[in-house]
């Protein structure tokens, strides 16, 4: 049996013009991260890592 549970541990705002994103995870424990982009007037673009 699996249990999926969860909590927010990295949420930033980027401005229009930039196109890349870099995060250093490496101090996060080892683990499945769900995250999700999402833009104006765009539907969320979820995936995980």
Not at 12 to 19: A, G, L
């Amino acid at each position: 049996m699996a249990f999926l549970s969860g909590k927010k541990v990295f949420e930033k705002e980027i401005i229009r013009e930039q196109n890349t994103l870099e995060m250093d995870v490496s101090k996060w424990p080892a683990g499945l991260y769900y995250f999700r982009l999402v833009g104006a007037g765009s539907e969320p673009a979820p995936t995980s890592i």
